[in-house]
């Protein structure tokens, strides 16, 4: 076996066993503090997800002041998480996405990835697209990639050895009310980031025959 061969193996050993480690944690050492510079290399990976359209939706704010967690606690159900962990990152999603589709698709011509002609007509046709969408369409998209950034977010995160749990358990009225959260902008969770001092409490899963069908259900 290769060199090239040994470590291709060992990268996916890798990842499976980050695959396997993340769990859903909601006991976090208070004195852990992850750098925003961390943070924002966190991120960074993170939004290597895929989006329909390439478009991006999903913005992200960080809470990591004591006083805005001491804020946010009450709106998320007094979950203690959110004051011990070293950061909630709040996924949210934009639905005025197709306004930054022109800055985007100008940066794959720049990359060298499509013709100048072809981004202007995809531009086009995306803005003008999106723009005649029915809202229940378009929450559904944003809840659909913000769901693939969160767990792109999370896995990055355990990979760089911290834990997280995905938060669904808020108000999110108050939480808009109480950040200032633009009206364009509607919440899909929120995500504690920190490291661990009790694990994620271990859990199994379905058969997988019980949830895989293969041509016809």
Known sequence: MSNLQNTQILEQQNFFDVIRERRSVRVFDPSVQISREEITEILEQAALAPSSANLQPWRFLVIDTPELKQKLLPIAFNQQQVIDASAVIAILGDLESYKKA?????????????????????????????????????????????????????????????????????????????????????????????????????TTRLPINEVVFFNEI
Do not use: C, W
């Open 102 to 202: 022109e800055s985007i698709y100008n940066q794959a011509v720049e990359a060298g990835f499509m013709p100048a002609d072809t981004a202007k007509s995809m531009v086009e046709r995306m803005v003008g697209m999106y723009q005649s969408l029915p809202p229940e369409v378009i929450h559904q998209i944003i809840y659909t990639d913000g769901g693939l950034v969160s767990m792109s977010l999370m896995l990055v995160a355990r990979a760089k050895g911290y834990d997280t749990v995905p938060m669904g358990g808020y108000d999110k009225a108050k939480f808009d009310e109480a950040f200032g959260i633009p009206e364009n902008y509607k919440s899909v969770m929120l995500i504690p980031l920190g490291k661990a001092t009790k694990p994620g409490h271990p």
